[in-house]
């Protein structure tokens, strides 16, 4: 890994060759040594997909809720992965709420998606990129209308998650297929993985084939999630991690070791 710093994060290239930041005040990476790419798509696309392909039907909308954005990696594998998959052309619109308490972030977006890693992303889409009165908003236009490709949003809220989550609790209309959960650790800020969080989750998750991809398995967040009635499996290791967590509502989906 190599280092270098600016204003206010420490930057680092690692195993993947992926840059990605570290918190100087937490002294915590924003990913993986393995990869900011690797762990997107090893922790939290590829597992989602599994999920949706394994529910088999089609979706007019696609729902997902990116939490704790950061310099987007997950949301971005998630469609370039999306294009590679059964889904393509089976679902008409890729909505992503996203939130992210840290504005300075914005301008890293483009850089991350300029990377090698998403050029099969960048030769299906052009993306803009517009300051709204939450924050940001990604659109994602089809570079040939020729291919299926599915409109794609992203809305970027800059706030605390903690204040926007009820938000949108209350606002949004229909269940949502994927949350993405990626805070700090839980040891660092054990606010962002208390029972509150996961309850939202439940009460906006799809009850048949909805999940929660998150990359911790600490005892505080499996018993966080189970308080929040909700039920947990661990998916395999990656780079420092023994592993990823699935959640979803009891009875949906089905095991890990079958995705
Ligand atoms: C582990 S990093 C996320 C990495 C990110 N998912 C990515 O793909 O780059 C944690 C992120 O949570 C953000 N964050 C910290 N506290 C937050 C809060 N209360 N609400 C929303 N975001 C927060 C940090 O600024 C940081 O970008």
């Not at 997107?40 to 007019?60: D, I, Q, R």
């Not at 997950?74 to 939130?99: H, M, R």
Request: hydrophobic share 45%.
């Amino acid at each position: 890994m190599t280092a270098s710093s600016n204003a206010t994060h420490l930057r680092k290239t690692l195993k993947d060759g992926s840059f990605s930041l570290v918190d100087a005040s937490l002294n915590e990476t924003y990913h993986n040594w393995a990869g900011a790419f690797a762990e997107a798509m090893g922790h939290y696309a590829t597992p989602a997909l599994a999920l949706l392909e394994k529910a088999g039907h089609s979706l007019e909308c696609l729902r997902l809720w990116d939490v704790c954005f950061g310099l987007g990696y997950n949301s971005f594998a998630f469609i370039q992965a999306f294009l590679a998959s059964p889904l393509l052309g089976k679902v008409q619109t890729l909505e992503i709420q996203a939130v992210e308490i840290d504005g300075s972030l914005a301008p890293l977006w483009q850089e991350v998606l300029a990377q090698a890693h998403f050029s099969p992303l960048m030769q299906a889409f052009q993306v803009s990129q517009v300051q709204t009165a939450y924050g940001y908003l990604l659109s994602f236009q089809a570079k040939d209308a020729s291919f299926a490709l599915p409109d794609v949003h992203i809305h970027i809220y800059i706030a605390d998650a903690l204040a926007v989550l009820p938000q949108w609790l209350e606002t949004q209309a229909s269940p949502v297929d994927l949350i993405f959960h990626d805070a700090f650790s839980p040891s660092k800020v054990p606010h962002l993985w208390s029972s509150d969080v996961f309850k939202v989750y439940a009460s906006v998750l799809n009850p048949t084939h909805g999940g929660i991809l998150t990359y911790s398995l600490a005892r505080s967040v499996k018993t966080a999630v189970e308080s929040a009635g909700l039920v947990w499996e661990k998916l395999p290791p990656l780079g420092w991690k023994k592993g990823a967590m699935l959640v979803q509502r009891p009875n949906a989906g089905s095991t890990a070791a079958h995705l």
